[in-house]
């Protein structure tokens, strides 16, 4: 038995350690564009108004034991309703207060949210459309004429076998998506075959690709960096290998990048005129 208890105390001490709690965070990401910082607000602002009300109900029921006890000599009011003023505004106050908790404290900072993140189309400089596939992502530029897919680069012996993950296990991909900093990008999302969903948690959005209709978001990324998010909606066997990387990065270099792509698709689009003409022939 004492071993049992030394195990167990073993147990504890190492779920507590530092190192233990190294992968956990208690918080959202560091937000990054504006609906990220909304998101965070609205967060905080219900906890807080949680915790107050927590501890207000809490503090009075602690209140009502220890005066109202039976030792103290107060007995069970025979209580069916509200009979006088008094105990209509004990009734009313706390509806009223919730009421006004709900549409004017929480309800309007709420809706500025809602709304801010669904207004895609407002001084929009960019157009990137995004497609899940099982299980990979295609993006688009169709302004720029550029497309491609972003696949996971995760090796299988991470996965399988048991060996040493990397840094970014699960979250590294070959064809990271590159964004402009500071630049509102009016993201489409859609899918080729089952639900996806694209989420970057530093962006602060998260919307679903459905099959056969076109979904918008916005982002505009206010600080330059990588960052990465999954597909969060149950897609298959392999929804837990479709990473999300972005690239935030200046105008300038986002520009070379575009560049870059393009002369890498240009080969293709010529070659493709031609096949279709050998093809006829053949034909």
Not at 102 to 121: L, Q, R
Not at 164 to 172: I, N, W
Request: net charge positive; aromatic share 12%.
């Amino acid at each position: 038995m004492r071993s049992m208890y030394k195990f167990a105390l073993s147990v504890l001490l190492a779920s507590g350690s530092a190192a233990a709690l190294a992968g956990y965070a208690y918080n959202f990401p560091d937000p990054v564009t504006p609906i990220a910082r909304e998101t965070l607000h609205m967060h905080n602002l219900v906890m807080v108004v949680i915790l107050v009300l927590f501890f207000l109900v809490f503090g009075l029921l602690i209140y009502s034991f220890r005066v109202h006890r039976k030792d103290a000599g107060y007995k069970a009011a025979n209580y069916t309703g509200p009979t006088n003023r008094k105990q209509w505004l004990w009734v009313l106050s706390p509806f009223a207060l919730l009421a006004f908790l709900d549409y004017v404290v929480i309800g309007i900072p709420a809706y500025h949210a809602v709304v801010m993140y669904e207004d895609t189309k407002t001084d929009a400089e960019l157009v990137v459309k995004v497609t899940g596939s099982q299980w990979l992502w295609q993006y688009e530029f169709p302004a720029e004429g550029v497309s491609f897919t972003s696949r996971m680069t995760t090796p299988r012996d991470q996965i399988d076998s048991g060996a040493a993950k990397g840094e970014h296990y699960l979250l590294e991909v070959d064809n990271p998506l590159v964004l402009p900093v500071n630049k509102k990008v009016r993201f489409i999302t859609t899918s080729n075959d089952v639900i996806h969903s694209w989420w970057v948690p530093a962006f602060g959005v998260k919307r679903d690709a459905v099959p056969g209709f076109l979904r918008e978001f916005w982002a505009t990324v206010e600080k330059t960096g990588t960052y990465r998010g999954q597909c969060s909606e149950l897609c298959g066997k392999e929804h837990g290998f479709m990473p999300v990387v972005v690239n935030v990065v200046t105008q300038e270099e986002f520009a070379t990048w575009l560049a870059s792509k393009k002369a890498a698709a240009a080969p293709t689009a010529a070659v493709a005129p031609v096949a279709q003409l050998v093809l006829a022939k053949a034909q």
